[in-house]
């Protein structure tokens, strides 16, 4: 009896013991759960901060990418104005010219009429 109550006793004891054990272990790997949790949750909050920062960086390359575009057709309307003034500029010549010419030949034929009429 003794024995057995030895035992029982031991495997109460132990079973308390290890009750207790468990227990610590559970609370123990319950707070470790939560404060992995928490961890996790920190880390998973900081990753999606991170990964806003990256979406952020990924509008500000956008933005920036639109604002090099941007630049690029205004430095190529600005060439296509260049050209369209450079146009501009010989047609302006071409009718000067012509203008010049009309005068010239009006000039011409009042001499030779004035000159032929005396």
Do not use: G
């Not at 996790?40 to 990753?47: A, E, G, L, S």
């Not at 302006?92 to 009429?117: D, S």
């Amino acid at each position: 009896m003794f024995d057995v109550s030895n035992n029982e006793n031991n495997v109460m004891f132990d079973v308390n013991n290890n009750k207790n054990n468990v227990t610590a272990n559970v609370n123990s790997n319950k707070n470790n759960v939560i404060a992995n949790v928490n961890d996790n949750k920190n880390n998973v909050i900081t990753n999606v901060i991170d990964n806003e920062n990256a979406m952020t960086n990924a509008n500000d390359n956008e933005n920036d990418r639109k604002i090099i575009e941007h630049d690029e057709n205004i430095k190529s309307n600005q060439l296509k104005n260049f050209d369209n003034d450079d146009q501009n500029s010989i047609n302006n010549e071409n009718e000067l010219q012509m203008k010049l010419n009309e005068y010239v030949n009006f000039f011409i034929v009042r001499f030779f009429h004035i000159f032929n009429t005396i």
